[in-house]
């Protein structure tokens, strides 16, 4: 960010290089993650990894580390509001068969 | 009136269809909200003809289903929606921040005719057809049972539905990006906040109905099974899709018209808003804890019991804000000099009648209560007051109050007057009834019902037939002064805004100048140069 | 049929008072705070109408006083509500102990009424003063709403799905019933009446309309005509686990989960067996799905559970103790569904 | 006044792709750049509508998911996973290529992609073409073949599965339009190391129909595939 239009911020090649081997490294990983029995843990670690994954995507790839808050903003509204949706959502879901008090 | 103005810049038929003047997409969007309007309220007379007798005499269930159905879809989807911010705030909007154009005005223009397309597109539906669904296209109904043109109906709301996320997503670059110099967020007009919450649910709450409807049309069309009990789906789970949007969208219809109370308030009290941050605000907080209060909509759903509680007491915090708003409203007229044109009568009259509308929206957040009132005539009673009490009501006072900067020409003050009232006498003849037909137990989406309702449902028909009156006057007064009215000069209302910098009606540039902003909104010098007590 | 006056229904019910209290303390509320702020309003337009011209306002920016009053005054009265409500909310959803179940079926255009020793009614249903009735309800195609205005009680019934509703009828006479879950063409036709009566009527009203014995015993019928009883013997010599006193037990599942048998449990065994085999035993049973009703699985789910009583060689199945199950929530998390 | 205005029009208005209510390039471009990302919003909560749906039933029927989605050979979702990241770093590197002003790069960049996003496109229709023939289509009055256990869940996965992939399908071909698009537009010599915005955000575009596939291939192709018929 050395100049005050950010906009204009150019990444470096080597930069873009680098993620692309972190994506294909956390494909690699993904797939031989799901062959193996972690129990619980499978999902969690594959999970992990597509969020990283994504998130080295948004900020480099698509410049957001080099951006404005006001984008940063925008990224993390969407994700809160898309937790909203599946958290409250869901919570219906797993709370339909407690038992009443009483 | 001055020559070089927005109207008068190109008068050729293609200077208006592929106009970029946010101007010129404001008024083609009146023109086409105004027909659906028309033709919403033909439904609506439908429906209170067929009411009068108990029986369900004059149309059969099956028409009396997909009136109501049309006159749902047109109204929420074709009208109410769009209403305020695609026509009033694609006006002002640019004109509030002082600049020439919103950001992206081609997109602008193709909002237009996306909303254009999907709306005739959902018209065609009803000659294809017709929607039995109701609005709310509830599963497994509408995906399984139901043999009208459900598919053709829904596409043309998808549709429609990207000009509603394009037109927030263009206001909100707008916003951030747009502003006069000098105008700091804190400077802005209340309508611009307004409108500002209104584009943030329009931006986020959109899609998920979009990917709804696309999984009603996949199990119609294809036959995946999604919702479908027989498969092992979830009729509810739509219901949470549904209402996700759905329940927001009433703020995307609500908040506007709260804007422009603002306004026509500040302007004809010639006084600062009280409170104008609250008010600033509660418009962000009615658009975001909007998002978490939908399940009140599905109390008897067979949702969990535990998931209710949680919508109920969520949805009771969201009437706080509007709380917080009515009370700055009335703060404001304290001590102001008010003129009693006709945007005010109608702003009195959203006052009462949201009211009424909001406080019976308490009814239903109290589950205990909704149990018993939920899917009656209590819900189409708040609903309607809430709709048409408010944001239509919002909308009328907005198009009087800024119709000398639309046209450059007053309106017919008197008939303007005389009609505000009979909508508000009309319309509490209409809809009060319903409340206690609700109450009694009358279920709504009937197209018969017991004798027992038949009182109030006399009564609703009978406002329904004054209330029509009172819509229909204004149309035709308004369109007589486009010719015949006064000419209004800059600043009729002698108010204080960026709008009212610029002539009326203002040129294509909006400003002969770019305005700089050295004073907070609402700050009235004296004296004022107004012609109009 | 007795509808109440125009601006009630009838209050026949023991909840019914209640959520009556509460609706006029919220009209009270209602009328208050809109006479207060119309009044306010129309005041001040009238009190500083314009006057001059040129005059303008006074210059008043905002109080905090004021605002903090008025937003906690109105969220202390909306967290009140939310209190009596949900209290109403609960009472609502937690039937009493002891209650007479019937089920009811929804389905385009009329309501399905079974009662347990048989009798079965179409939009008319029977019940008797002074006892809680539970509705267990199911619908064969859409979502329908079972509302019975006088009782102040309403809930959709939905399709694949058994939900409950409960009331306590304080007053005899005929009052209506209405399916208030839009539903298509004749869902304005989709109405009925309720009919209650004094014990003793009631019970010769049962005497007199038994016919096919009670739905347990239909059950029974049903239970060996669709051979379900050439598996399930009760000496635990059959393919299948004996269903002598599993109901209400929470039995294991070949997945390692434990699960309630309730009425939606059973139903789920009878019409999708293979979504949850119990251990110990091999998915072998059959569907019955489209080869009996949603009457008949009610019947046999009551055959099932009036199998009660010792067995010859009860011990084989393994059943692990559980919280009693409580019929108003069906079961488990992922088994609600079915 | 309106002289003022012309005068304040020539001082930065010598570039064509200025529109005449920005002040500069850089807030015009600042104010697209913030318009796609909110667009991108809107496109989050449109695939989250269809994953909450997905997350509900895999709650309610974790092994028939299982199962189901073991059924999908993972080898050629593998294959576009890379395939698309791929795409995602020549995108960049024409992104970059704009913006040292390279026309020549930009245009073999942006042709890459496009090659790489039909090579994804061709896998996936193999893959769609493979459930056709497996009898896993669970609609189009295609006989559904599954096993009798998890029959009816196994439709809700596969619904699930052809909505989502289908739509993240319709999202590339929208974007190798969009890639089209561009090509003529660099041809034309509009885009410059000052005008760049269009292939900017282009490559927004084109990321986030990335991220979406980094999402659906662990989601549909391997959780919970450990469980059950590991392969
Ligand atoms: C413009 C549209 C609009 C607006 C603004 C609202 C506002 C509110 N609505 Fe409404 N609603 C609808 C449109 C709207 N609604 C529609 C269309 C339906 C039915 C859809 C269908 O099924 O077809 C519906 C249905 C509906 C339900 C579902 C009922 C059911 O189906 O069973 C509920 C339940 O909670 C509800 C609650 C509320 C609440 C609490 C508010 C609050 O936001 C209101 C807040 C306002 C006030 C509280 C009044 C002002 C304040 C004062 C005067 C001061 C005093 C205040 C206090 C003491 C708190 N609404
Ligand atoms: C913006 C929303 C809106 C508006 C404005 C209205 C306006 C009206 N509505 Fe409606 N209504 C809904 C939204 C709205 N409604 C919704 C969402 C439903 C639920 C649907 C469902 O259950 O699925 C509903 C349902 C509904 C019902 C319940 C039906 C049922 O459940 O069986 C009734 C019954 O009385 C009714 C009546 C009316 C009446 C009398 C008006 C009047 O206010 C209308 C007055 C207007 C006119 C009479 C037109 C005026 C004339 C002109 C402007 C001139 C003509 C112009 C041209 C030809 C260009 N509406
Ligand atoms: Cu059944 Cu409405
Ligand atoms: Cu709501």
Known sequence: MSDNHNQHHIVPLSTYYTIFLALMVGTALTWWVATIDLGAMNNVIMLTIAVTKATLVVLFFMHVKYSSKLIWLAVGGSIFFLLILIVLTLNDYMARGWYTFG | MPTNTYLNAATTLKSWLLTRDHKRIALMYIAGITFFFGIGGFFAALIRL?????????????????????????????????????????????????????????????????????????????????????????????????????????????????????????????????????????????????????????????????????LVAAERIFGFGLFNPAVGGDPVLFQHLFWFYSHPAVYIMILPAMGV???????????????????????????????????????????????????????????????????????????????????????????????????????????????????????????????????????????????????????????????????????????????????????????????????????????????????????????????????????????????????????TENFHTQPIVTWDAYEYPTPVEGHVV | MRSGTVFFPEVASTMAARVDQLYLFLVGLTAFFTILIFTMFVVFMVKY?????????????????????????????????????????????????????????????MWKFQHMDGQREINELHVPVGRSVKMIMTSEDVLHDLFFPAFRVKADVIPGRYTHMWFEATKAGTYPLYCAEYCGTKHSGMIGQVVVMEPDDYQAWLTAGAQEGSLASAGEKLFQDLACNTCHRPDAQGRGPVLHNIYGKTVALQSGENVVVDEAYIRESILRPAAKVSAGFQPTMPSFQGLVSEEGVMELIEYVKSLQGPTANQAVRPTTSGPAPNENTPSQAPPTRN | MSNGAAVAHDAHAHHPALAHHFESLDAQKEASVLGMWLFLVTEILFFGGALTAYMIYRTWYPDAFAVASSEIAILPGAINTAVLILSSLTMALAVHAAQTGER?????????????????????????????????????????????????????????????????????IIGLGIMTWMLVLTRKGVITPEYYAPIEISGLYWHFVDIVWIFLFPLLYLIGRHVHHVG
Do not use: C
Not at chain 2, 170 to 178: G, S
Not at chain 2, 294 to 301: D, E, K, N, Q, R
């Open chain 3, 49 to 109: 109408r314009r006057r001059e011209p040129n005059s303008i306002g006074a210059r008043i920016h905002g109080g905090m006083i004021l605002e903090v009053t008025w937003s906690v005054i109105p969220l202390l009265i909306v967290l009140g509500l939310f209190v009596w409500s949900a209290q109403i909310f609960f009472a609502f959803a937690r039937p009493p102990a002891e209650t007479l179940n019937v089920y009811a079926v929804g389905k385009q255009w």
């Open chain 2, 261 to 507: 109370v603002s306004e026509v308030i500040a302007g004809m009290a010639r006084k600062q808003i009280f409170g104008y941050s609250f008010v600033a605000f509660s418009s962000l907080g009615i658009a975001i804890v909007g998002f978490l209060v939908w399940g009140h909509h599905m109390f008897v759903a067979g949702q969990s019991i535990y998931s209710a509680l949680v919508f109920s007491v969520l949805t009771f915090i969201v009437a706080i804000p509007s709380a917080v708003k009515v009370f700055n409203w009335t703060a404001t007229m304290y001590k102001g000099s008010i003129s009693w044109q006709t945007p005010m009568i109608y702003v009195a009259g959203f006052i009462g009648l949201f009211a009424i509308g909001g406080l019976t929206g308490l009814f239903l957040a109290a589950m205990g209560l909704d149990i018993h009132v939920t899917d009656t005539y209590f819900i189409v009673a708040h609903f309607h007051y809430v709709m048409v009490g408010g944001a239509i009501m919002g909308y009328m006072a907005g198009i009087h109050y800024w119709w000398p900067k639309i046209t450059g020409r007053m309106y017919n003050e008197f008939l303007g007057k005389v009609s505000a009232a009979i909508v508000f006498i009309g319309f509490n003849l209409t809809f009060f009834p319903q409340f206690i037909a609700g109450y009694a137990g009358m279920p709504r989406r009937y197209h018969a019902y017991a004798d027992a309702y038949q009182v109030w449902n006399v009564l609703s028909s009978a406002g329904a037939s004054i209330l029509a009156v009172g819509f229909t006057m204004p149309l035709l007064y308004l369109a007589w002064s486009l010719k015949n009215g006064e000419i209004a000069g800059d600043n009729p209302w002698g108010a204080v805004g960026l709008e009212w910098n610029t002539t009326s009606p203002p040129p």
């Open chain 4, 104 to 172: 020549g790069k930009i245009l073999v960049f942006i042709a890459i992609t496009m090659v790489l996003g039909a090579a994804f496109l061709g896998i996936k229709a193999y893959e769609y073409h493979e459930k056709y023939v497996e009898g896993h289509i669970p609609g189009l009055g295609l006989p559904f073949r599954f096993e009798e256990e998890y029959y009816r869940p196994a439709q809700i996965f596969f619904s699930i599965y052809f909505v989502l992939t289908g739509l993240h399908a319709l999202h590339m």
């Open chain 2, 50 to 214: 067929e009411l009068v007798t108990p029986a369900g005499d004059l149309l059969t269930d099956e028409t009396y289903n997909k009136v109501f159905t049309m006159h749902g879809v047109m109204m929420v989807f074709f009208v109410l929606i769009p209403l305020i911010p695609a026509s009033l705030g694609n006006f002002l909007l640019p004109l509030m921040l002082g600049t020439k154009d919103v950001a992206f005005p081609k997109l602008n223009l193709l909002s237009f005719y996306v909303y254009l397309f999907g709306s005739l597109f959902t018209l065609y539906a009803i000659v294809a057809g017709g929607l039995d669904t109701g609005w709310t296209f509830y599963t497994p109904f509408s995906t399984v049972a139901s043999t009208s043109a459900v598919v053709p109906a829904a596409l043309g709301i998808f549709i429609n539905g990207f000009s509603s996320i394009l037109t927030g997503l263009n206001f909100m670059v707008t916003i951030h990006k747009m502003r006069a110099p000098g105008l700091t967020w804190f400077r802005l007009p209340l309508f611009v906040w307004a409108l500002y919450a209104t584009s943030l649910i329009q931006v986020l709450g959109t899609p998920v109905v979009a990917i709804t409807i696309v």
